[in-house]
Every structure is written in C-alpha cells, then in structure tokens.
C-alpha cells in the first residue's frame, strides 16, 4: 500500500496564478483532510471531508477551495495564488465514525508563492 | 475552541538519557490524542494513539499517557538514541469532532 500520496513535490508560482494540490489514499479511509503548515505557527485545518461528496471549512479555508472527486482523491485548488499562502501543505486520511481512528499523513507539497 | 501546547519547545540530551514530553490541551471532551513524529523536510508519521478510554499506550520504548480531566498527556521515550531527534507532535481531537488540533511541537536532539 501506498498509503498518502501527494502531487507535486514542489511548485513556485507568481503571484495570481492558479494550481490544484492532489492527494489520494487507498486505505479505504472515508474522511480525508487538507492542512498547511508554517514556521512558528503548527499545523493548521483548511478544509476537511467526512466522506464522498461533502466538505467542511476548518480554521483557514480562505483562498482556497477543495474536491473529493471520489473516496480516494482530495484536491485544494488555489484560485489566484498570494505570497501569503507560501507553504508547507500536507493532505491526511483517517477511518473516523468507529471512535477509533488515526490519522495518516502524506510527504507533504511545498509551495513558494512569490 | 481547543487550544495546545507543548512544552519544552526544544530538548537537547544526550544519548542514553529518558525523556518526557509534555502536552496540555484545553478542552477535555476529547475521544482521542494523537502523537506525531515529523523529521526534517518530511511528512508526519504517527507514533500513538490514545482513546478517552484507555490511560496510556505503549510502541517499543515510547509510552504515552493521557489524563482528560487535568487536560494533559505525556510522552516518554526510555533510552534515547541520535535517530530519536526529530519534532514530536501532540494533536488531541477538537471536542468530538473527529478534526485534530496541533500543538507547535518539541524539537528534540539526542547528542551521540
């Protein structure tokens, strides 16, 4: 098993430029998350997805927007990217709704906005 | 909203010496806690997981225990070694939501 992937690696973008950040699992997880992750700061909740079909804002979901295409994948778009969002962006899975979950993280995509 | 802090930020030992990291959070109504692992330019791995039910967990020479009513957890490494360094995470659930809130970490070096 793969576990979490995340594409791409890296990226640089201007400043107003658009991406899609994409992850999938294929652990059979139905809940999947989007965080980032800045110095000084931790990891902060962007946007969540309980299952297939629904998503949920966390504590910084401005300027972006998400997609659970199907149970495996979880795309965050930037629409028009700004140096503020200069990142360390990490996708993660669990199996929640059994009180007994996990979370399970992928490499991480680092983005520089500039 | 739940908050988390993590105490010392930073930890230098040296090799051989136990440990204890320590994590309050707080919000108490919690189902489960969440150590993490996180080395340098990489993603997070989980150490351990906590459920409200149970005291402490145990992986090789780590242990964790979580005390909900006095909002805090501990994490302790017995016998340290150069691999252990690396930044420990504690990210206990936010108030049943089944979401987890980070605290910023301990950075931990084991000097050989």
């Known amino acids: 098993n793969a576990g979490v992937t995340q594409t791409p690696k890296f990226q640089v973008l201007k400043t107003g430029q658009s991406m899609t950040l994409q992850c999938a699992q294929d652990?059979?997880?139905?809940?999947m998350y989007w965080y980032r992750q800045d110095p000084g700061m931790g990891l902060r909740l962007i946007y969540y997805?309980?299952?297939?079909?629904?998503?949920d804002k966390g504590e910084v979901p401005n300027g972006y927007n998400v997609s659970r295409l199907n149970k495996r994948e979880f795309s965050l778009r930037l629409e028009s990217a700004a140096p503020s969002q200069t990142s360390v962006y990490f996708c993660?899975?669990?199996?929640?709704?059994?009180?007994?979950?996990?979370?399970?993280f992928g490499p991480g995509t680092r983005l520089t906005v500039t | 909203k739940q908050e988390v802090t993590q105490i010392p930020a930073a930890l230098s030992v040296p090799e051989g010496e136990n440990l204890v990291l320590n994590c309050s959070f707080t919000?108490?109504?919690?189902?489960?806690l969440q150590w993490f692992r996180q080395d340098p330019g990489k993603g997070l791995t989980s150490l351990l997981l906590i459920q409200s039910s149970q005291r402490e967990q145990t992986s090789g020479r780590l242990n964790a225990s979580l005390d909900k009513s006095s909002g805090r957890s501990t994490l302790y490494i017995a016998a340290s070694q150069p691999g252990d360094s690396a930044t420990y995470l504690c990210a206990p659930e936010e108030g049943g939501s089944e979401k987890l809130v980070f605290g910023k970490g301990t950075k931990l070096t084991v000097n050989p």
């Open positions: 919000d108490s109504a919690i189902y489960n």
């Open positions: 997805s309980a299952s297939e079909g629904t998503t």
């Open positions: 652990m059979n997880h139905n809940s």
């Open positions: 993660a899975s669990s199996l929640t709704g059994t009180g007994d979950y996990e979370q399970y």
